[in-house]
């Protein structure tokens, strides 16, 4: 793993709320060299693989998602929080730790038989990125990798990904 | 304009309320050739400007605006709705048709005297984009420019924002 690129990262205990350590990516986005490095890391693993459409979860997903899809020459899909996209949508609940919280995605956005990346800034328990499977294989997308830049490796979120391709650029073993 | 482009974009009435015709970018988004086509033409227009930190506004300006960080090797930095960004921030308040709502950046994000251009899907009566510039300017930085998707012509957001060059690909006349 590149430790120049981990000190990037800012730790913010207590966010957002006690107990937890937050894993803060906005301390690399402004450096532009640091930025175009992880993007590049990312481009490299991926720029055989025919990606059609890169998939990103909102809103931080967006930012190196949307960067990603550019430098492959991908189209790129958002991923949100109901009511935000206004075209109809498919829609996908998944559980949190209390509760239950709801992603959507665009009906017409991925053509049956198309090749996505899926793209988060983090994979923590992984029931979000979960969901974001279930959103494209029911438009009928083929998921040929899902790519994160920070994982929480204590969180076990591959193992609610099982036969999934997971890529991460930075791994955190504990809290 | 672009009339090829402008077609990528689907008009969706009475979004997100009766009477709005929203302009959704996803149908241009999800297209690749067309997502390359506009960041280009954003690169085009900046990349002799040494830009240092491209500045969006989320969740939709961060998608665009990061793919032109990458390329023009800038630093990105989000302006988000209060309680997002995990560390210190510095708050603009803004008004709404009904009352007000704010926007928050990191307090060190951006160094003082480092140039800036600041990025957003849509351009429509300033207000956003203006508490934008005035959070950048309370940090030093120095705009250099302010860049949208999407101009609506008719809401006139160009009044508000005296003084700082503006770039749209996408102009509409009217509702």
Not at 123 to 141: D, I, N
Not at 168 to 173: D, V
């Amino acid at each position: 793993m590149d430790d120049d690129l981990i000190k990037k990262i800012r730790s913010v205990p207590d966010f957002p709320k006690k107990g937890i350590i937050f894993r803060d990516i906005t301390t690399l986005l402004k450096d532009g060299k640091a930025l175009r490095q992880v993007v590049d890391m990312f481009y490299d693993r991926y720029k055989g693989m025919k990606v059609d459409k890169l998939v990103s979860v909102e809103a931080r997903g967006f930012i190196l998602g949307a960067a990603l899809a550019y430098k492959l020459g991908a189209g790129f899909v958002p991923i949100r929080k109901p009511g935000k996209l206004p075209a109809a949508t498919v829609r996908q609940e998944y559980a949190l730790e209390y509760g239950t919280d709801s992603i959507e995605v665009h009906k017409d956005s991925i053509p049956s038989g198309d090749r996505v990346l899926i793209h988060d800034d983090l994979l923590a328990t992984g029931g979000t990125t979960r969901a974001a499977c279930k959103l494209v294989e029911r438009l009928g997308g083929k998921i040929i990798g899902l790519s994160f830049l920070i994982e929480l490796l204590f969180l076990h979120g591959r193992d609610q990904l099982p036969g999934y391709e997971i890529f991460s650029i930075l791994k955190y073993e504990s809290e």
